[in-house]
């Protein structure tokens, strides 16, 4: 599947915003990948022409053979700014950081699924070629699209890192590592967290209000907020992910 440019979503749907993804892994189990970007050698008509067969004979598309795959790592961060062929692969527990305006995703190939009727689910192929980016392919793929974190702050028990975003990804994403506790500001901006490694913490706002949030869980902190403590409930560190807008 891939999301539509924002100037075609624009044109075509009259939405602002399109959808910007991320796949974050919680967790993977063996030979796990992400489907992402296409191989070197892609001819975009080859490719156009296989997944119209595969639509109408119902027979499996070589997916190898086209697409790009990268080893699904534990903690990494994978984009997908528009126009990106993507999906998650089996074993995989992926978290989608994604801004998201409802119905806009343009689905290439469904794996043969069958619908409750016993037929094929719907396919949007002109709409996903008219979009996609057939440059992401190859090395490209590793260097701009497979995020790679960098140290930005550290304290006696925390540290503060950054996962880069696309350029063309309207957010970024920081994580945290607590071993106790670790103050945050807003600084004006909404906070989406998510405890990606962990049993529990607890989230304190500056005027006291207090909020948990377990494995998994999801919890929007406020602009207004102003500053919040994350505190580690649990017996090991926790890691926590926050996006916000650049």
């Not at 089996?90 to 699924?113: C, Q």
């Not at 090395?139 to 140290?151: F, I, R, Y």
């Not at 102003?226 to 996006?243: C, F, L, P, Q, W």
Request: charged content about 25%; overall charge negative; some cysteine.
């Amino acid at each position: 599947q891939c999301h539509p440019q924002r100037s075609y979503i624009q044109k075509n749907f009259g939405e602002l915003l399109t959808q910007e993804e991320t796949y974050y892994i919680l967790d993977t189990c063996d030979d796990a990948v992400v489907y992402l970007g296409f191989k070197d050698d892609i001819v975009p008509e080859k490719f156009e022409a296989a997944l119209t067969e595969s639509f109408h004979n119902g027979t499996e598309l070589d997916v190898d053979r086209y697409i790009n795959s990268e080893p699904s790592e534990k903690h990494g961060l994978y984009l997908i700014p528009p126009g990106t062929l993507h999906s998650s692969g089996r074993n995989n527990l992926v978290l989608e950081i994604s801004t998201t305006p409802y119905i806009f995703t343009f689905k290439m190939y469904d794996w043969l699924a069958l619908d409750l009727d016993g037929r094929p689910r719907p396919l949007n192929i002109r709409r996903a070629m008219e979009n996609l980016c057939f440059d992401r392919k190859g090395d490209k793929v590793k260097e701009e699209l497979v995020s790679k974190p960098a140290l930005l702050e550290k304290g006696s028990d925390w540290e503060l890192w950054h996962l880069p975003t696309h350029r063309n990804h309207s957010y970024d994403v920081h994580r945290y590592r607590i071993n106790s506790a670790v103050d945050v500001r807003t600084d004006g901006k909404c906070h989406v967290l998510n405890l990606v490694e962990g049993r529990g913490a607890d989230i304190i706002t500056e005027n006291g209000d207090r909020l948990h949030i377990n494995y998994a869980e999801t919890l929007v902190i406020s602009a207004a907020a102003g500053s919040y403590r994350i505190v580690n409930t649990g017996y090991k560190d926790i890691m926590v992910v926050k996006a916000f807008m650049k």
